[in-house]
């Protein structure tokens, strides 16, 4: 079999390998790590990982060769949470965040998301198309092969939703980086409707889910359930929905009052309920049981300055399997460096630098569902790769804030070269 890339002498060679599901409690450390490692591609797949080529691989001149020395390879990172497609920014936020302002109530004064509905509502594809791409380019350069996109900027303006769906079916058709879609039109109660939440609640259940459903516009389906945002009640009745119409389930589960979000996700058997900051004790038992993934966003809290973050320490202990992602989006996460969403992770939440490469690759693809064909360095996957400028893991999450991706691998082909 002959090999089309070869990456040799790789001082740290970080396979991942093992079952493909979430991986919890101190299955989570184990990385499969190999010194002097070798990793060899045939076209889009990988075909060997070891550290002594076999013979029925072969290489000739047409093989490109990598040198691995002083590098630390990994599976391609998975951002797992983020909200790729939207118009506009929020810089205008600060001061008022400086001032003090939470961000519930930035957006009880139809601040907040209500100000990016505006943006995206008023943008054109072309424009979301651009600005989204523009970010995708950046995530890759951090070593992101595949991202998750949530629509939520249209809200009650049901064709605003489907644009940014169909923007980032697009990006996932032009660009290196896979996309996974997720249907968010319940991101917040529109304005008009603040005295009839439920009338919402109605028309996204019988007029938005079947259309996105139908049109395969989403893998999965996801509520913002908090305090003034959508209830538990209304967050189930959308979530069982969507789980008639075949969707997948997702949570924005207790991020900031403790509402009970980590109970509902493990009532529905959601594939993950993310954030978590204010998760019960109960609530993480009840996702153990229930195997839900914890997809945990310390740049969220980071930069909502509330100085909580999720337990990601009573997660692991627990036993919940934990994912992590930059919830890339314009008001509580405006950074696309999963990089440093890693090393908050470990510094802040404490997450060994073991715990944080498990969660951004073979845990994330699993709440993704694509734990079968990424998210670990095994032959039959698909070679998706990053090779870090970095002599170890460790040194990527303690060198914090910058950028160490020497060279992104994607399908067995370079894409992004420092
Ligand atoms: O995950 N919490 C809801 N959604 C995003 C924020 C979106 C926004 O502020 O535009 C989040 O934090
Ligand atoms: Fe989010």
Known sequence: MKATLVIKDIDNLITMQGENRPRAGREASQIGLIKNGIVAIKDDRIIYVGDKLPEYIEIDESTTILDGRGKTVTPGLIDSHTHLVHGGSRENELAMKLKGASYLDILKAGGGI??????????????????????????????????EAKSGYGISDFDTELKQLKVAKKLDEDHPVDIVSTFMGAHAIPLEYHDYPDSFVDIIIEEMLPIVAEEKLA????VFCEEGVFSIQQSRKILLKAKELGLGLKLHADEIKPLGGAELAAELACISADHLVAASDQGIKAMAERGVIANLLPGTSFNLQTGKYAKARKLVEEC??????????????????????MSLASLIMKLTPEEVITAVTINGAASLGIEEEYGSLEPGKYADLVIFDAPNLEYIIYHFGINHTDKVIKNGIIVYEK
């Open 114 to 147: 209500h100000s990016t509905v505006k943006a995206t509502r008023e943008a054109s594809f072309e424009e979301l198309y651009n600005k989204a791409k523009k970010s995708l380019d950046i995530m890759l350069s951090f070593g992101v092969t595949t991202v």
């Open 219 to 222: 893998k999965f389906c996801d």
């Open 320 to 341: 919940v399997a934990v994912a992590l992602s930059t919830d890339y989006n314009p008001g509580s996460c405006p950074t696309e460096n999963i990089q440093l969403i």
